[in-house]
């Protein structure tokens, strides 16, 4: 591959290696031929041995985060990301080096890739699925696209690489564009994909705003969720090839070209009925939940408007083959007493509901839900909204159950604490004993291996760290029977 960035003789060091984004996105420079490194704070964790085997066998170097890298070395560029402090002990170490966020180093990526077609999947909830899911499609097509993403994708995981990033030879870059710390504001592809706005680290207002830039950014096409696009400014896609997708009954407005998910049904499969342009068609969905039926008629209207002559039916074919994505419901395995056990990596108000209502649509008992709060701010957050939605969606025999909020080190309030959050539930529940609060996952693994019985369900839940896949699969390992599929 032709090198740009010509400037770079040395190396790029990302800091916080580990994290998900920006494993994928060190995969991605090493493969375009540059010298890589990395450090985390997190290094001897048990949870991440096998991700930062699979870097280094990628030829990345790893260092403990303590500002070593920077001893005898030359390193030209150093990526961080929102969640490194500014004290961190390498930027002390480093202080002369220049450095990116990781948007940037994402965005010249882009520009590196700039004779391929780029499409950046981006929303709320459900992007890095709908990312996966269109890159295995496009795969599946014969497309053969690069593909960078915030989570493992099953079918791209192998010996070498990690499945957050996929090398290709094909014409297109499939990438997930992260709305958290509004970075994606600095993308122009060539096609979006915006799936929702939800209650997670801004207002409404505010994401929309980041939308509309977004979209303004984008060149050629996009599909948008219909939600979405009732609250955007028209000046905002009007030089775009629009496609719409919804799941809502009523009418739409005839602008764009219609995606309508007209049913969802659930069984021995997982079936949604769709129509387009006069064309009534069906999905067999790999996964359960109304959600999944919306995000796989995302993908297929994103692959539509990317070929508008390939049959609808052969897109379907494709879409319906979609592996999965680690820890996104993944199945872990049964306990003791037959219970079943789902990871997923849940974190925001929507989609902790969504996990909840998807657990309930397919067991036939009682639903568990073991949520560990991703830090502080975050948690802070959603604590108010979080209550009325959980209200709403729990059944009267449900559990919600948090465990203490996790904390990856740098400035924090450390408020507000899980057990003052259940406290606060469960005096405003009319529901007795349906929020519950355990200081340690010994404490809560013992109640849930008692009162989990064979109709019921578990669903462990929690973003960033790795080491909740592992406490969800050893619920099972009491019986030996953990799996992943």
Known sequence: MEKVLENIKGTIHFVGIGGIGMSGLAQFYRWAGFKVSGSDRALNNPE?????????????????????????????????????????????????????????????????????????????????????????????????????????????????????????????????????????????????????????????????????????????????????????????????????????EKDLREEGKIWKLDSYKT???????????????????????????????????LLKLLDEEKPVRDIVKAVEQFKGVHRRFEYKGKTTSGASVIDDYAHNVEKIVSCIKTGQEISNGKVFAVFQPHGYGPFKFMREDLFPELEKALRKDDKFILLPVFYAGGTSSFSPKSSEVNDEYSQKSKTHDRYLYFDNRQLAESFLLKKAEKKDLIIVMGARDSSLAIWAGELTNHLGVSRNV
Request: hydrophobic share 40%; charged share 20%.
């Open 48 to 248: 991440n041995a096998e991700l930062f085997a699979k870097l280094k066998k990628q030829g990345i170097e790893i260092f403990p985060q303590d500002g070593s890298f920077a001893v005898n070395r030359q390193t030209d560029v150093m990526v961080y990301s929102t969640a490194i402090e500014k004290d961190n002990p390498d930027f002390v170490a480093g202080k002369e080096i220049e450095k990116w966020h990781r948007a940037k180093a994402l965005a010249n990526i882009v520009d590196f890739l700039k004779n391929r077609t780029s499409i950046a999947v981006t929303g709320s909830c459900g992007k890095t699925t709908v990312t996966a899911w269109l890159a295995e499609a496009m795969v599946l097509l014969g497309l053969d696209p690069i593909a960078l993403n915030g989570g493992m994708i099953n079918a791209f995981r192998d010996e070498t690489y990690t499945g957050n990033f996929r090398p290709g030879k094909g014409n297109f870059f499939v990438y997930e564009a992260d709305e958290s710390d509004k970075s994606l504001v600095a993308f122009r592809p060539d096609y979006s994909l915006v799936l929702n706005i939800g209650i997670d680290h801004y207002s409404t207002e505010e994401l929309v705003e980041v939308f509309e830039t977004f979209l303004k950014n984008t060149k050629k096409g996009a599909v948008i969720e219909k939600a979405v696009f009732g609250m955007l400014n028209p000046d905002s896609y009007r030089h775009l090839n629009v496609s719409i997708v919804s799941s809502e």
């Open 267 to 301: 069984g021995e499969r997982q079936t949604a009925a769709c129509s387009y342009a006069g064309e009534n068609f069906s999905i067999t969905l790999p996964m359960p939940g109304c959600h999944s039926a919306a995000n796989a008629l995302a993908v297929t209207a």
